[in-house]
């Protein structure tokens, strides 16, 4: 019998009491990566993560439109939002306060490409109750095509702290692809 339990990365020394379920999250979309830096978005199996699919969402870089647009979400997240945001841009569901520095880091995620990992105290601008532990994770279309984003958003009901400045950039990690 073997251990398939995989062996410790930077990832995992780096985000000492993360969720649980966002090392589950991370271990599926590294084993899809084969040998690449970043995984196709063919190879990645949501099947192999079914609990944790209602969390799940994807984005992919619309170069026609300058945004992102939301290709699936799970359950939680579009009740996070209080509708569906399948179809939507990155700037209709942040809104215009937020877009600019959620542009910068998912761009920033693609074009290195990276993992970003937020706390469960990073904050948007619109979100009143609810806060969310999440991990961003870049997909390729194709071997020359990195333009998706692929992540997991773990959301808790909890008065948002109102006098904290939204998105500080001391809540994220950033983990270069080539680091795990």
């Known amino acids: 019998m073997t251990d398939a339990t995989p062996p410790k990365s930077t990832v995992d020394s780096r985000l000492v009491g ?4 966002i090392f589950e999250f991370f271990h599926a979309w590294r084993s899809a990566r084969r040998k690449s830096l970043v ?6 199996e949501p099947l192999e993560i079914p609990a944790l699919l209602r969390h799940v969402w994807i984005y992919r870089f619309d170069p026609d439109l300058g945004d992102f647009v939301c290709k699936l979400a799970g359950e939680e997240i579009n009740t ?19 877009h600019p520095v959620m542009m910068g880091r998912w761009t920033q995620l693609l074009t290195v490409p990276l993992l970003h990992y937020g706390s469960a105290t990073e904050r948007l601008s619109e979100m009143e109750t609810q806060v969310a532990e999440r991990l961003l994770l870049p997909l390729a279309s194709d071997d020359d095509t990195i333009d998706h984003v692929l992540g997991i958003s773990l959301y808790t009901i909890s008065g948002a702290n109102r006098t904290r400045t939204p998105l500080v950039p001391a809540d994220i990690i950033q983990i270069p692809c080539a680091e795990v």
């Open 18 to 21: 993360a969720d649980p379920r």
């Open 39 to 44: 995984p196709l978005r063919t190879d990645f």
């Open 80 to 98: 996070a939002w209080g509708r569906s945001i399948k179809g939507m841009t990155l700037r209709e569901i942040v809104g215009p306060a937020d």
